[in-house]
């Protein structure tokens, strides 16, 4: 499957184990924008010659794909946005009008702070209440703790399907069932942003009222996200962002905007990107969400055992070592290396991984680390990559453990 990915053509020796942060694209991913770039070039939804119908023809195309991809019942329900962020950003915008002061917002104390700040943002200008909900030991949302919070006043509930930090899978379909049952009006909405590309999403079978996720965390161009909504609750929304595109009649007062996804859709979208993102569907596809999963699941397990192993006394992995519940993401802590030198030592011998709070600063500062050193698997990876970065972290922890000083004169 490596093969497929160009960057690796370009750098043989890398391992690059930071897909959390982003995906490598395949060659149809890149083929894909290319073409539209060379063979279309013209915009969507306003041209009436024959290539800007087939540019909103393929565009179109695309909404209908994704939906399909993540189990919605129209394409009506899907926005296209600029990624996650955005998303989420434009759930609170949307949502903003129909708060009052005494509703309460809730999320979550794992949450990246793309589903924490725009949520504290929105409580802070409706003078709302925001609760955050803790997390277990395992690294999953504390479900019982997060229902007892819930009162006849929770307007919006907000958390992540699966960790960027800990890695572990939230059980959303079961966590919303008991949200409804607690407070059936509450609107629930899900950052999906580390599931997509590694799991199958079913907002249907969630129940879930907003989603949100990126297409480069699933193989797809960078810049490319978006929101789903259930088309019920869509069409009770207001626009937020006004100009071209989005309006039946401009002239109207009050002016007059289409139906939703279009009226949410202001200006020329990324038109590269979304046909780039259905290649990146059709490629996930193909290799199928049980191969993705075997894969990841092995290099998980094998990985764990090995750190394990290896550094036994002086490891500490965040979150469950129970494989079920994690997705490809292991967050650690070695002692006597900080995060940031041993990201930068297994740089040095090309081998990629994160470290630092990863946008998620609430959860390092209540587990008291103030930075962690994430990895992070993709399709792409091997059990070769993972042999290079255990090694990698003993020639690290060598360094660091030597008691020569790091100059003779020092
Ligand atoms: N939520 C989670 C859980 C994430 O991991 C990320 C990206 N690290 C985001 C949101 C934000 O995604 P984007 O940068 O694509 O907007």
Same mark, same amino acid.
């Not at 819930?150 to 929770?154: C, F, G, L, S, V």
């Given at each position: 499957i490596k093969r497929y990915f160009p960057l690796f053509d370009r750098h043989p020796s890398l391992v690059y184990l930071d897909t959390g942060a982003t995906c490598p694209k395949p060659q149809e991913v890149i083929a894909a924008e290319r073409e539209y770039e060379e063979a279309f070039s013209t915009n969507v939804g306003?041209?009436?010659?024959p290539l800007a119908e087939a540019t909103t023809e393929r565009f179109e195309a695309v909404r209908s794909q994704v939906a399909r991809f993540i189990g !919605?019942?129209?394409?009506?329900?899907i926005i296209f946005t600029s990624g996650t962020t955005a998303s989420l950003n434009l759930a609170a915008a949307l949502l903003a009008p129909t708060l009052r002061s005494d509703d309460h917002i809730i999320t979550t104390e794992l949450e990246h702070h793309s589903n924490a700040l725009p949520w504290i943002e929105l409580a802070r200008a409706k003078n709302s209440t925001l609760h955050s909900a803790p997390f277990t030991q395992d690294g999953t949302i504390d479900v019982e703790a997060l229902l007892s919070l819930?009162?006849?006043?929770?307007k919006v509930i907000t958390l992540s !399907?699966?960790?960027?930090?800990?890695g572990t899978r939230n059980p959303i379909t079961d966590i919303i069932k008991r949200i409804r049952s607690r407070n059936p009006e509450t609107i629930v909405v899900i950052d999906a942003a580390q599931m997509a590309g590694h799991f199958p999403i079913d907002v249907t079978e969630w129940d879930a009222d907003l989603v949100a996720f990126s297409g480069h965390k699933m193989y797809g161009p960078t810049g490319i996200g978006i929101l789903f909504g259930k088309h019920t609750l869509l069409e009770t929304f207001k626009p937020v962002v006004f100009g071209g595109?989005?309006?039946?009649?401009?002239? !109207?007062d009050p002016a007059e905007y289409k139906e939703s996804p279009f009226c949410f859709e !202001?200006?020329?979208?990324?038109i590269s990107g979304v046909i780039g993102l259905g290649a990146a569907i059709t490629f996930l596809e193909r290799i199928g969400f049980d191969t993705v999963r075997t894969h990841e699941k092995n290099l998980l397990a094998m990985t764990l055992v090995r750190m394990r192993e290896h550094f036994a006394d002086r490891i500490h992995i965040l979150g469950t070592d129970d494989i079920e519940k994690r997705g490809g993401i292991i967050s650690f802590v070695l002692d006597g290396i900080h995060p940031h030198d041993l990201a930068q030592v297994l740089g040095e011998h090309d081998i990629s991984i994160r470290a630092g709070e990863h946008c998620a600063a609430p959860l390092h500062r209540k587990l008291g680390f103030s930075a962690t050193a994430r990895v992070s698997f993709g399709i792409y990876n091997t059990e070769e990559d993972v042999e290079k970065l255990i090694s990698g972290i003993k020639n690290a922890r060598a360094l660091f453990d030597t008691k020569t000083p790091l100059h003779p004169s020092i």
């Open positions: 306003r041209g009436l010659y !919605a019942e129209s394409e009506r329900e819930i009162n006849t006043e929770t !399907a699966l960790s960027n930090v800990f595109g989005m309006v039946v009649d401009a002239c !109207a !202001a200006g020329t979208p990324n």
